[in-house]
């Protein structure tokens, strides 16, 4: 069975692309993980600019929403990323087999670096290094992730490989990307040819995961189609509006989108589309929105959560780190060096 991780942003509220692309996959990967390991990545989240005590808020929100989503203690570790400062420690360690330039040209830091108006932070650069120190650390072997993580997986793919072959030893191990067949990339409703995102998308276009029925009905049923005459509700690179709505609308409903397509054979336009993918959101997201009120009330019980699941991430961070330190030198000399 593959050693699963996965970290998420405790940034704004969680949306319909956040809980497509990677939270459903993070559930799922409860079954197949050992272990399955999600973080709530607050280091990340300094980044750019944030409010402290939102931030401590927005943990909770985010812990009681993964809850609510059906994550559960007892069958994977949830936990908070600062309690485990064996991801900051690597970073810098990793630092060491990471170029500057290929962080430069990152898209996500050319683009967030972009928006900045006061402060490019040098963590911004750095983003991708603390991203792979969260994954190398486990040793997994799999990450659960939207498509527009493609590229800092691929870096960190390259850092891991290089370690190993700058120190002689297989001490890190490689992982895989896992992204969803489908919903892998759900577009913004106002600006299909944007991902449907936390930070840079627009408001109505976004769907949050907690967001009321009336809503997302309401923001489902503007989404941006195209003027298609007659329409033609297909899956086409030209569809970009039309083809999220499909993929939204299977993966709702847990089918194919080639069953979603048939099943409105008898459509009379997009309207009819746009119905059935609201109604499909509404129900799949209605059990999350039920729980996470209770869950959401009791922090100290997220806090014991969140305590519990940091105390097995440290334990399984720290014959990593040791191995990683006495092949990079440090400390007394290694009785029997590992790989
Ligand atoms: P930001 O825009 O600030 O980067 P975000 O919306 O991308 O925020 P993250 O916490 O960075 O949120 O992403 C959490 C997970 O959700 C990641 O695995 C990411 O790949 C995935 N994800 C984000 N947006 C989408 C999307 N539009 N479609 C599918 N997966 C997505
Ligand atoms: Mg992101």
Redesign the pocket.
């Known amino acids: 069975m593959p050693a699963i991780f996965?970290g998420?942003?405790p940034?704004g509220t969680k949306?319909l692309?956040?809980y497509?692309?990677?939270i459903r996959q993070y559930v799922e990967g409860q079954d197949r993980g050992d272990p399955a390991i999600y973080c709530i990545v607050d280091s990340h989240a300094i980044t750019v600019a944030y409010d402290p005590a939102e931030l401590r808020r927005s943990v909770h929100d985010l812990a009681a929403l993964l809850l609510a989503c059906g994550l559960e203690p007892d069958r994977c570790i949830l936990f908070r990323q600062s309690d485990v400062p064996a991801h900051t420690e690597l970073t810098w360690l990793l630092s060491s087999v990471t170029a500057v330039g290929e962080l430069n040209r990152m898209h996500q830091f050319r683009d967030k670096s972009a928006a900045q108006r006061e402060l490019v932070s040098a963590g911004l650069l750095f983003y991708p290094v603390l991203m792979a120190a969260d994954v190398l650390v486990y040793r997994a072997h799999e990450v659960p992730?939207?498509?527009?993580?493609r590229e800092h997986l691929e870096l960190m793919r390259d850092v891991a490989r290089r370690f190993n072959s700058r120190f002689g030893a297989e001490v890190l191990v490689v992982p895989g990307q896992r992204t969803p067949e489908v919903?892998?990339?759900?577009m913004d409703l106002q600006a299909p040819d944007r991902?449907?995102?936390?930070?840079?998308g627009t408001a109505e276009g976004t769907v949050l995961v907690l967001d009321d029925p009336a809503v997302i009905e309401k923001k489902i049923k503007r989404a941006v189609t195209d003027t298609d005459d007659p329409p033609r509700i297909e899956r086409s690179p030209g569809k970009p509006g039309v083809s999220n709505l499909i993929e939204i609308l299977a993966v709702a409903r847990g089918t194919t989108p080639e069953e979603a397509v048939a099943s409105l054979a008898g459509a009379r336009g997009y309207g009819d589309l746009k119905a059935a993918t609201a109604a499909a959101v509404i129900e799949m997201l209605a059990p999350v929105r039920e729980r996470y009120t209770a869950l959401r009330a009791d922090e100290a019980g997220l806090e014991r959560v969140m305590a519990e699941g940091a105390e097995k991430a440290r334990a399984l961070a720290a014959p990593t780190l040791a191995d990683v330190r006495a092949v990079m030198g440090f400390g007394p000399a290694h009785p029997a060096p590992p790989g």
Do not use: F, L
């Open positions: 996965s998420i942003q940034t949306h692309g956040n497509i692309g990677a992730v939207g498509e527009d993580q919903g892998a990339r759900i991902k449907m995102s936390t930070t840079g």
